[in-house]
């Protein structure tokens, strides 16, 4: 969910439409929304993931009032809401992200203090680039900080998740909330989604980050991607069978699923293969990445895409379209879909000195293939969540 337009913002541009808007100074907090480079839907299955955090941002103005409540208001819907942090339950709309936040940073012990918000965000809504994420940690990170207490930054990913699960109804995973939080600019970063342990993955000098947006808006807490979750955790318990230390699918080689293949329904058995290979795939992307070889990115790019789309199946059409339109282009390096699927973004390395070039071609192609306009955004590796000061 995001409250999303394709302008672009800058702090100086936030600070003085939300203090006209509260009637005073406000302080800022901003959050990145994210591409993922490789690894989906890996993260819930305690496995590895690759993101960086884009240069969108989803931005809060945040000024402290007297009282219990929050209220809420946004640059880009008119509702509006007012809540009190006492009973914090799910809204409908944008709002349900900020109480989902508030009640899980009030659950990991933060004492929060009541408050006025504005919130206002350039993250593409509903592209697979992490619109709620970068509204909930731009949130945490806003009422968490108004706090006064000392706290984690894990405590604004825990709260994120929080707000996914028990308010959004969406069972994420860990990722999106983590690079929107943790990112450093120029890098990538490895996740290791079961013990939170995580290293910066450089991008090296010769590749430029380039996202294709279909324009197909895909919808997360729509049934697919619970069911896809819950797929794993059939495969796991019917793996545990024969071996009940295994925890989940990260604890599985293509080896040993390939050997019990019998054992799973064969839908069973492309969820897990997509999720064991997967995992295999952002590791040695990462010493791709390391070693600058685009000949290696490419082939495991295009296996994770296959994967998405034939074990899967969470690619579609236009996404399909979108990676043969960016791989006829000039200066394509490595592409594939990125996110939770069925619409939203591809991911593409690219030439840097030829980014004009492959964005005018890609769109092209797509447009003639499908009818539809691309949306095409080169992106550094920006940084995490932050205070303007
Ligand atoms: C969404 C979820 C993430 C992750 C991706 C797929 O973005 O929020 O936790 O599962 O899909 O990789």
């Not at 919808?219 to 318990?237: F, H, I, K, M, P």
């Not at 236009?318 to 394509?332: I, K, N, Q, S, Y």
């Not at 069925?342 to 492959?358: A, D, H, Q, Y």
């Amino acid at each position: 969910m995001s409250l999303s337009s394709s302008q672009r913002l800058t702090p100086a541009a936030v600070r003085e439409m939300a203090g006209a808007r509260l009637g005073g100074p406000v302080r800022l907090f901003r959050a990145p929304g994210r591409v993922n480079l490789i690894g989906e839907h890996t993260d819930y299955n305690l496995g590895f993931v690759l993101p960086a955090a884009i240069d969108r941002y989803t931005y809060v103005a945040a000024r402290p009032r007297a009282g219990r409540e929050l209220r809420m208001a946004s640059a880009q819907f008119p509702e509006t809401f007012s809540l009190s942090l006492d009973q914090l339950k799910p809204l409908r709309g944008w709002g349900n992200y900020l109480a989902g936040v508030a009640d899980g940073l009030q659950a990991q012990g933060l004492p929060l203090h009541a408050a006025e918000l504005f919130v206002t965000s350039e993250v593409p809504y509903g592209a697979g680039l992490s619109s709620s994420a970068a509204l909930e940690i731009s949130t945490g990170l806003a009422l968490a900080s108004l706090s006064g207490a000392s706290f984690d930054p894990l405590h604004l990913v825990r709260a994120g998740q929080h707000a996914e699960h028990a308010f959004a109804g969406t069972q994420s995973g860990v990722m999106d909330q983590f690079i929107s939080t943790f990112a450093r600019a120029g890098h990538a970063l490895r996740l290791d989604c079961r013990n939170l342990e995580w290293e910066l993955v450089a991008l090296p000098a010769g590749c430029a980050l380039v996202i294709c947006n279909t324009g197909v808006k895909h919808e997360l807490a729509g049934s697919e991607y619970n069911q896809r979750r819950q797929e794993c955790e059939t495969g796991v318990d019917l793996l545990r069978r024969d071996r009940p230390e295994i925890a989940s699918l990260r604890d599985v080689t293509i080896a040993e699923l390939t050997a019990h293949q019998a054992d799973l329904p064969p839908v069973i058995f492309r969820r897990c293969r997509h999720i064991v290979t997967e995992n295999q795939r952002v590791l040695d992307a990462g010493r791709a990445f390391h070693d600058g070889d685009f000949a290696r990115l490419r082939r495991l790019f295009s296996a994770s895409h296959a994967s998405m789309r034939d074990d899967y199946e969470i690619s579609c059409r236009e996404l399909d379209l979108m990676v043969a339109a960016a791989e006829a282009a000039p200066g394509f390096l490595a592409g594939r879909m990125t996110g939770g699927g069925f619409g939203g973004c591809t991911v593409n390395l690219v030439r840097p000195e030829l980014v004009e070039p492959f964005r005018s071609a890609t769109a092209h192609a797509y447009a003639q293939a499908t009818g539809r306009e691309a949306e095409i955004i080169a992106t550094p590796a920006a940084a995490g969540c932050e205070e303007l000061l």
